[in-house]
């Protein structure tokens, strides 16, 4: 996946993906409890008295009255788990816990990387509720931005090894909220877009879906996409907002694919802002900014696509790892690796196919192998990392094949139902019946606004 796979050199002189291993860069473990008390005196200070009791140091304390019943206090602690002695503490904490509050309103979300704990069902891996924890990712990294590694075309390039730091400790530093710094790229950078950016251009009007050929010339109006310059990541991310809501943000390395999908469940796109080394433009072996800019972009801006992406994105929350390997399967072959059907003709709507050359041609040529799109399938099918792809699995349409992925997803064993609150930009979790009625609330509330719209149209 994007930001959580490298690339590899085909026989072919092609360019893939190849994934990343999911490992750990974390020394401790972050952990956060959410539960709620009945609103009276010294509350606060009964809820905290188990973690005090049991050593348990708390990085983060946060409390609100709960929206559904007036009567209790909502409270979020975040903490860190070191060694095994902490993890007994925490347990026993736990368990106290639960006297005071109601059993069934104590949830533990936990990133568990080393310890098995399947077994809980109290715990389910931790992910982000709000946008600006995705700052977190960019200590998660499994690897920097500037670290290259020894076949690759840069690796004993000073100058391409400099540029690629400067890169990576702008992702680094970056904080939600914050403008995307600005790079000034120099001219063998530049000369290495042109080169990829004028190839493949001349490809998009037989290779490419409609969805993206709409969307491209925007793009060259508005972001000032052409041959001779390189997007500004942020003038993209702001036009890209007004589309669809999705942004862009820097990413100093590959991030994990659990983390690079919590993402897109916030319509947040890790990318790149680094190019590849001009020794070989039609090869990388990671994803760069031509691959960010010119394969994922224009699909991003189409409202069904972005809608799609993050129904992926929202089914990894919590989702144990052994979904996760699915769903990132899953991400493989649709958002990199995408082949649908437009007026019986095979186009491409996947960033793998529309930003190599060899791979566009071959996802919509007779030669290579089409299956139909059916999520279970295509979850749990293997795929080579060092040659071009000899199968892709065809989608009707962008509505289907979300239909299809949220079926599928419905299947994930976990304790809750989460949502996207646009107004908030945070994930909701819907696991009480009180949480059922307001949504149904909303709901009415959106329905009325419809039915007045049918009213107007009618007269």
Known sequence: MDNGVKRQKTDHG????????????????????????????????????????????????ESRPLAEDTSKYKFLVNLEIGHEEDEKRFQTAISELKEISDKDCVKVLSRRDVLDVAHKDDEVPWFPIKIAELDRF????????????????????????????????IAYNYKHGEPIPAVEYNEAELKTWSTVFTKLSTLFETHAC???????????????YNKDNIPQLQQVSQFLKDCTGFTL????????????LAGLAFRVFHSTQYIR?????????EPDVCHELIGHVPMFCDPEFAAFSQEIGMASLGAPDDWIEKLATLYWFTIEFGVCREDGALKAYGAGCLSSIEELQNCVCDASKK????????????????????????????????RKVREYSSQIPRAFTARYNPYTQSVELINKRSNCVKMIRDLASEMKTLEDAVNKLED
């Open 210 to 224: 409609k969805e993206f050929r709409n969307v491209w010339p925007l793009l060259v109006q508005n972001c000032n």
């Open 249 to 260: 943000r820097p990413v100093a390395g590959l991030l994990s694919s659990r983390d690079f």
């Open 14 to 61: 092609g360019d893939v993906h190849k994934s990343s291993s999911y490992v750990s860069t974390m020394v401790s473990e972050k952990m956060s409890v959410v539960f709620s008390v009945r609103n009276e005196p010294s509350a606060l200070v009964k809820a905290l008295t188990p973690f005090q009791k049991n050593c348990i140091n708390l990085t983060h304390i």
């Open 138 to 169: 960019a200590s998660q990294i499994l690897s920097y931005g500037a670290d290259l590694d020894a076949d690759h075309p840069g690796f004993t390039d000073d100058v391409y090894r400099k540029r690629r730091k400067i890169f990576a400790d």
């Open 277 to 285: 080394h001009g020794a070989n433009p039609f090869y990388t072996p």
């Open 371 to 402: 299956l139909p799109f059916e999520v279970p399938e295509i979850a749990v099918t293997k795929y080579p990392i060092t040659t071009i792809q000899p199968v892709y699995f065809v989608a009707p349409s962008f509505g289907e094949a979300k």
